[in-house]
């Protein structure tokens, strides 16, 4: 056992309480009275982000030296799995905006981290993240869209393909090829989305988190500025991976989130329904299905706690962020089938939540790294590299 599998302190501060009661609250207060009629309708609801703003729910991985509230890794998975318990969709929005947030703020140059950090902790730009395209997935370093030098510019072609926020984006960090094929020809940069030659090419329609924007952009020909390139060039494919890394631990919170609204409507639904002259609650099989969601409830948040005071703590967390990220998705994937179980036919319809939470929970074992892949980063963590 490593000294990281040790690793427990995440008692979280009164701070980190705050940030995560902000998000409860305003998620109670501004998204929970319409996510029915939002997931109905496919809304992106750009209107909420200012209010989330209000309580520095856009800026939580922004220095305060450039308007956000710098809030560490523990509070930002308490407020993700707090918007998550009511709306995975707004969850999602807010962590891939907050993933872009810190890129920046981790690896901009200066002239970068004024021209939008600000903004984007001001909730008036949503960052969106191109990294996938039709043809490279897992394989990212297998992208195509390229980066061609032209005097102090840099010229971008290409598609990339379900880029979370990117119809609202008003900057993307988005992975081109610069250089010749693999991992070392890929360059990061931060696009202004509002460049000639940039198009929304297709709104994806989805299984769930019908309040996500998930589209196709297109680079036809975008001519940037030199100071767009983000870090140095050929380490794009690396610093979109450790972007990743800790976006994870925003979609394991995003997943537990949702395991939590699964867990309070069961124990709603299972106290009131009655069959056979008794609550469906005491029926052992009934709160059995309960007993196990509230166990993997439990071990998800501290698996995500975990890893968030890791990256909290400087310390190595890239295994633990996986391993987060496939339990909880696992277990939100599982357990909402059960909370939909738990309602029978009233589950199935969209009279209760939990078809939805069914239907929002699949994405989490998906993006940001699939299940199979969050097993790669933790085997090779374990047995290190055969390649
Ligand atoms: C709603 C939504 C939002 C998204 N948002 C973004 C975004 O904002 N930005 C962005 O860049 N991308 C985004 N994506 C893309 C997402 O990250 C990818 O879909 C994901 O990484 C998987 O890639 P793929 O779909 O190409 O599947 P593939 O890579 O083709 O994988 C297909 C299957 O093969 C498995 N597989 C692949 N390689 C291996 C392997 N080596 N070993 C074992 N199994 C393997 C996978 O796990 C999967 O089960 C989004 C996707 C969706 C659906």
């Known amino acids: 056992m490593t000294e990281t599998t040790r690793f427990v302190g995440f008692e979280p501060t009164d701070e980190q309480r705050q940030i995560g009661d902000a998000a409860r609250e305003i998620a109670e207060r501004e998204i929970a009275p319409h996510i029915a009629a939002w997931d109905k309708a496919h809304t992106f609801p750009r209107a909420l982000y200012a209010k989330l703003t209000e309580a520095g729910l856009m800026g939580m991985l922004v220095p305060e030296s450039n308007g956000g509230i710098e809030a560490d890794y523990v509070a930002y998975a308490l407020a993700i799995e707090e918007l998550a318990r009511v709306d995975a969709g707004t969850a999602v929005t807010v962590s891939v905006h907050s993933m872009i947030c810190n890129a920046i703020a981790r690896l901009g140059s200066n002239e970068q981290k004024q021209q939008w950090l600000e903004l984007l902790a001001a909730g008036d730009v949503i960052a969106g993240f191109g990294l996938t395209e039709s043809d490279a997935g897992s394989d990212a370093a297998a992208i195509r869209a390229t980066a061609r030098r032209d005097g102090d510019d840099w010229i971008l072609n290409g598609r990339k393909q379900w880029c979370t926020n990117g119809g609202y984006s008003g900057v993307v960090m988005a992975m081109f090829r610069s250089g010749g094929p693999g991992a070392k020809g890929i ?38 500025p030199a100071s767009a390139l983000l870090g140095n ?33 069961s124990i709603a639904f299972a106290r009131e329904r009655v069959a056979f002259g008794k609550p469906i609650a005491a029926h052992e099989g009934i709160s059995f299905k309960i007993a196990r969601m509230a166990t993997d409830l439990d ?17 190595p967390f890239v295994v633990e962020a996986s391993k987060a990220k496939l339990f909880a998705s696992t277990a939100a994937r599982v357990h909402a089938s059960e909370a939909v179980q738990i309602h029978g036919g009233y589950g199935y319809t969209t009279e209760f939540p939990v078809e939805r939470y069914y239907r929002d929970a699949k994405i989490t074992e998906i993006y940001e790294g699939t299940s199979e892949i969050q097993q790669l980063v933790i085997a090779r963590g374990m047995l290190g590299r055969f390649d």
Do not use: M
């Not at 696009?191 to 924007?213: Q, W």
């Not at 998800?300 to 310390?315: I, T």
């Open 299 to 315: 071990a998800a948040r501290l698996l995500v706690y975990r890893a968030a005071a890791l990256a909290d703590a400087g310390r």
């Open 233 to 265: 060039e050929g380490t794009g494919l690396t610093q979109a991976l450790t972007a990743l890394t800790s976006g994870r631990i925003g979609i394991a919170a995003q997943a537990t989130g949702i395991l939590s609204a699964c867990l309070d409507a």
């Open 187 to 224: 360059s990061a940069f931060l696009v202004d989305s509002s460049l000639p030659g940039i198009v929304v090419e297709r709104t994806t329609e989805k299984l769930g988190i019908h309040t996500s924007n998930t589209v196709d952009l297109a680079f036809d020909d975008v001519r940037c």
